[in-house]
């Protein structure tokens, strides 16, 4: 009798003992190595009906360029089975088969726990211990059954953590709660800023009330001192002028004292006789009085170097009497000036070049007679000379500005006609000849006379020395010789005969186009008639004359 066949089995495999298992569990087909067929009910029967699954990798020995294969799903036992036409009872074993699969692999890739690196499993031994205090449940939460059958009732620990999805609304209350924190928050930093407003306001409040929060000096002061206030100062830069000469403590002493005075915005530039260690409100008042600004002077046009007795026996102060009372200033109970006559005496002896005095007026005033040397380049207008200086600083302090002025009106570059010099002779005798409507015909009438070399025969040029001057002027005075008798002589004068005035300046160098060569005043008003023929000049002076204007 012959023995039944032996299953075949490869000389170099040694299989792992199996667990039993019922015998309508299925076995998988992993890569290469495929799982024995399923034995028929007779001895030595192989059955082989499963299709093989798809070949897997196998893992790159150590050392190989790249990673282990990430791991795959694990296939359900029931993949690649045909379904059983004649089903007696289906018995699902997906958690217990993957045991099997795992014993299976075992023997072709080595130890799978090899790879447990990429699992996602803990190894605390402690684990071990509480399991064993919970009465026989594994981590995962399954119960032994006492059975040995060689599956698992819990979960394999070497399965990877499910997947979480996160629901939605979970989103929703994150963003809800999210809001409340942040609308929280909003509400602590409102209040915080209320707090701070409320504070600050009590902090200024009881500082109007209780005037502290700056320094302030008491009383009226101590030491003369000036400050000089330059264009374009505003009350905070007066303010720390004042506090760098030692006036006031603080410069919010001084700017909370003007608050309430409008008149400190009307401080004009200029010197300003103040005290040492005033209080705020005493240093306000102190600059705002009449009596407080020095060093101030103001000239007119057709104003001359020397003073002037009118008809009426009034004087009009001229130029060095102006600059004398300027230069006047009392400080801590002295008083010091500089007199007219030194004034003069500076003029005439300096050299004018250092004085101040434009280039190209030096010749001509170097020549001029003494006295009359720097007559017609001080220009008109508001001058602000320091008190308390030398005669030399003053008259430098008012030609320098001059010559700025006179730029602005046109010289020198404007002069045409007749070099600057004499430009501002002729501007000075149209400015006391006549009224502003008329200086550019009074200028055509010069420029006239001039061409034809007729004599100018102007009355202003004969009053000029003299100490009392006359509207018209007497035979013998128009007979006597000086340097600007426009009777006795023709062409212009030595020197200007007055301070002209720009609009002045800017007729001698653009006068109308006309051929007028008289005028006389013929209105109350001051303006003149104007001929070409001497008998309608006649005519005119007698109807003039008549009707009582001069």
Same mark, same amino acid.
């Given at each position: 009798?012959?023995?039944?066949?032996?299953?075949?089995?490869?000389?170099?495999?040694?299989?792992? #003992?199996?667990?039993?298992?019922?015998?309508?569990?299925?076995?998988?087909?992993?890569?290469?190595?495929?799982?024995?067929?399923?034995?028929?009910?007779?001895?030595?029967?192989?059955?082989?009906?499963?299709?093989?699954?798809?070949?897997?990798?196998?893992?790159?020995?150590?050392?190989?360029?790249?990673?282990?294969p990430a791991r795959r799903r694990r296939p359900s036992p029931n993949d690649g089975v045909p379904p059983d036409e004649n089903p007696t009872q289906v018995i699902e074993l997906d958690e217990p088969y993957d045991d099997l699969y795992d014993e299976e692999i075992e023997g072709e890739f080595g130890d799978y726990d090899d790879y447990d690196e990429y699992e996602d499993h803990d190894d605390d031994p402690r684990d071990d211990d509480r399991d064993d205090a919970r009465g026989g449940r594994d981590r995962r939460g399954a119960t032994d059954d006492?059975?040995?059958?060689?599956?698992?009732?819990?979960?394999?620990?070497?399965?990877?953590? #499910?997947?979480?999805?996160?629901? $939605?609304?979970?989103?929703?209350?994150?963003?809800?709660?999210?809001?409340?924190?942040?609308?929280?928050?909003?509400?602590?930093?409102?209040?915080?800023?209320?707090?701070?407003?409320?504070?600050?306001?009590?902090?200024?409040?009881?500082?109007?009330?209780?005037?502290?929060?700056?320094?302030?000096?008491?009383?009226?002061?101590?030491k003369d001192v000036l400050l000089h206030v330059e264009d374009g100062d505003v009350t905070g830069v007066i303010a720390a002028k004042l506090v760098e000469l030692d006036v006031v403590a603080s410069a919010e002493a001084f700017v909370r004292a003007g608050e309430d005075d409008e008149r400190i915005l009307g401080i004009q530039p200029g010197y300003y006789q103040v005290k040492t260690k005033m209080s705020g409100e005493a240093a306000v008042k102190a600059l705002v009085a009449e009596d407080s600004r020095v060093g101030h002077l103001q000239i007119?046009?057709?104003?001359?170097?020397?003073?002037?007795?009118?008809?009426?026996?009034?004087?009009?102060?001229?130029?060095?009497?102006?600059?004398?009372?300027?230069?006047?200033?009392?400080?801590?109970?002295?008083?010091?000036?500089?007199?007219?006559?030194?004034?003069?005496?500076?003029?005439?002896?300096?050299?004018?070049?250092?004085?101040?005095? #434009?280039?190209?007026?030096?010749?001509?005033?170097?020549?001029?007679?003494?006295?009359?040397?720097?007559?017609?380049?001080?220009?008109?207008?508001?001058?602000?000379?320091? #008190?308390?200086?030398?005669?030399?600083?003053?008259?430098?302090?008012?030609?320098?500005?001059?010559?700025?002025?006179?730029?602005?009106?046109?010289?020198?570059?404007?002069?045409?006609?007749?070099?600057?010099?004499?430009?501002?002779?002729?501007?000075?005798?149209?400015?006391?000849?006549?009224?502003?409507?008329?200086?550019?015909?009074?200028?055509?009438?010069?420029?006239?006379?001039?061409?034809?070399?007729?004599?100018?025969?102007?009355?202003?040029?004969?009053?000029?020395?003299?100490?009392?001057?006359?509207?018209?002027?007497? $035979?013998?005075?128009?007979?006597?010789?000086?340097?600007?008798?426009?009777?006795?002589?023709?062409?212009?004068?030595?020197?200007?005969?007055?301070?002209?005035?720009?609009?002045?300046?800017?007729?001698?160098?653009?006068?109308?186009?006309?051929?007028?060569?008289?005028?006389?005043?013929?209105?109350?008003?001051?303006?003149?008639?104007?001929?070409?023929?001497?008998?309608?000049?006649?005519?005119?002076?007698?109807?003039?004359?008549?009707?009582?204007?001069?």
């Amino acid at each position: 009798m012959s023995e039944p066949p032996r299953r075949r089995v490869a000389p170099d495999a040694e299989r792992p #003992p199996r667990r039993a298992r019922p015998d309508s569990a299925p076995r998988h087909a992993t890569g290469e190595h495929e799982l024995p067929p399923r034995r028929g009910r007779e001895q030595g029967e192989l059955l082989d009906e499963r299709p093989v699954a798809p070949p897997v990798p196998a893992p790159q020995a150590d050392g190989a360029q790249g990673r282990p294969p990430a791991r795959r799903r694990r296939p359900s036992p029931n993949d690649g089975v045909p379904p059983d036409e004649n089903p007696t009872q289906v018995i699902e074993l997906d958690e217990p088969y993957d045991d099997l699969y795992d014993e299976e692999i075992e023997g072709e890739f080595g130890d799978y726990d090899d790879y447990d690196e990429y699992e996602d499993h803990d190894d605390d031994p402690r684990d071990d211990d509480r399991d064993d205090a919970r009465g026989g449940r594994d981590r995962r939460g399954a119960t032994d059954d006492g059975l040995d059958d060689g599956f698992d009732d819990g979960y394999d620990d070497d399965r990877a953590e #499910p997947t979480y999805f996160p629901d $939605e609304r979970d989103d929703d209350e994150d963003e809800t709660e999210r809001g409340g924190r942040g609308r929280r928050m909003l509400k602590w930093l409102a209040a915080l800023l209320l707090l701070a407003v409320v504070a600050a306001g009590a902090w200024f409040g009881a500082r109007e009330l209780l005037g502290f929060g700056y320094e302030d000096y008491e009383g009226t002061g101590e030491k003369d001192v000036l400050l000089h206030v330059e264009d374009g100062d505003v009350t905070g830069v007066i303010a720390a002028k004042l506090v760098e000469l030692d006036v006031v403590a603080s410069a919010e002493a001084f700017v909370r004292a003007g608050e309430d005075d409008e008149r400190i915005l009307g401080i004009q530039p200029g010197y300003y006789q103040v005290k040492t260690k005033m209080s705020g409100e005493a240093a306000v008042k102190a600059l705002v009085a009449e009596d407080s600004r020095v060093g101030h002077l103001q000239i007119r046009a057709g104003t001359k170097l020397f003073d002037v007795t009118q008809p009426d026996d009034s004087v009009t102060p001229g130029i060095f009497t102006l600059l004398e009372r300027a230069s006047c200033v009392e400080l801590n109970g002295e008083r010091d000036c500089v007199s007219a006559d030194e004034l003069r005496e500076t003029a005439d002896t300096e050299d004018l070049a250092e004085l101040g005095v #434009p280039e190209w007026a030096l010749d001509k005033a170097k020549n001029a007679p003494e006295g009359r040397k720097l007559e017609g380049l001080i220009a008109p207008g508001v001058y602000d000379v320091r #008190p308390g200086g030398d005669a030399k600083d003053l008259l430098s302090q008012l030609l320098e500005a001059s010559a700025t002025r006179m730029e602005a009106a046109g010289l020198p570059g404007g002069a045409k006609d007749y070099d600057p010099y004499d430009t501002l002779v002729i501007a000075s005798i149209i400015e006391l000849e006549s009224v502003k409507a008329d200086f550019e015909k009074v200028s055509s009438v010069i420029h006239n006379r001039l061409d034809i070399d007729m004599a100018l025969q102007m009355d202003s040029t004969v009053n000029y020395p003299l100490k009392r001057p006359t509207l018209t002027t007497k $035979e013998k005075e128009r007979q006597k010789l000086t340097p600007w008798n426009t009777y006795a002589m023709t062409g212009l004068p030595e020197t200007p005969i007055g301070a002209p005035s720009p609009e002045a300046i800017e007729a001698a160098m653009k006068p109308a186009d006309t051929d007028y060569i008289y005028f006389v005043v013929c209105e109350e008003n001051g303006l003149s008639c104007f001929n070409v023929d001497y008998d309608d000049h006649i005519n005119d002076r007698n109807d003039a004359r008549k009707r009582g204007v001069y």
